[in-house]
C-alpha cells in the first residue's frame, strides 16, 4: 500500500515537473544577403525568452564600405539601447553587420516591442505570446525549424 502511493506521488512529480520546464525552438531564414536565427524559449505553451541573430551583408544594403554602413544603421539602432527586458547588440564587420537581441517577455513593455518592430521578423506581431502562433507566423515567412 505504502509503496503503491509513492510510486503514484513519484508519477505525479515527474508529470508536474515535466511540464514545468523550459523548452527551445530554433529557427533559421537564409536569403540573398540575410541571415536570421531565432530561438524561441517557451514553457506551457507561451514564450519567455526569445533570441534574434541577424547577419547582414553590406551589397544587399547597397553601401560600399564599414562606415557607410555604420552611418546608415547605427542611429537609428540607438533607441535600443539599455530598454529594461531587451538587450542589443551591433557589431559591424568587414563585409556585414550582425544585430544580437535577445528579450525576456517577462520584464518588456508593449512599447519597447514596438520599437523592434521594423527589425525583427514578426513586425507588428512582436507581442504574439503564445508559442505556435509565433511559430506559425516564423514558418509564414520561410522559417524552418533547426533540429
Not at 61 to 73: F, K, N, P
Not at 80 to 94: A, W
Not at 111 to 121: A, G
Amino acid at each position: 500500500m505504502k509503496k503503491s502511493i509513492l510510486i503514484l506521488i513519484l508519477i505525479s512529480l515527474l508529470l508536474t515537473s515535466s511540464c514545468s520546464f523550459v523548452k527551445k525552438q530554433s529557427l533559421v531564414l537564409e536569403e540573398p544577403g540575410v541571415f536570421i536565427d531565432v530561438v524561441i524559449q517557451y514553457k506551457g505553451g507561451q514564450k519567455v525568452n526569445e533570441l534574434f541573430q541577424k547577419v547582414t551583408w553590406y551589397d544587399i544594403l547597397e553601401v560600399d564600405t564599414l562606415e557607410e554602413a555604420e552611418l546608415d544603421i547605427a542611429p537609428s539602432r540607438e533607441a535600443l539601447k539599455g530598454l529594461d527586458g531587451i538587450e542589443y547588440s551591433l557589431v559591424f564587420e568587414d563585409r556585414s553587420y550582425t544585430e544580437k537581441i535577445a528579450i525576456s517577455y517577462e520584464w518588456v513593455s508593449k512599447e519597447d516591442l514596438m520599437l523592434l518592430s521594423s527589425i525583427v521578423p514578426y513586425g507588428q506581431d512582436l507581442e504574439i505570446s503564445d508559442y505556435k502562433k509565433a511559430l506559425e507566423v516564423l514558418e509564414s515567412q520561410g522559417f524552418t525549424k533547426r533540429a
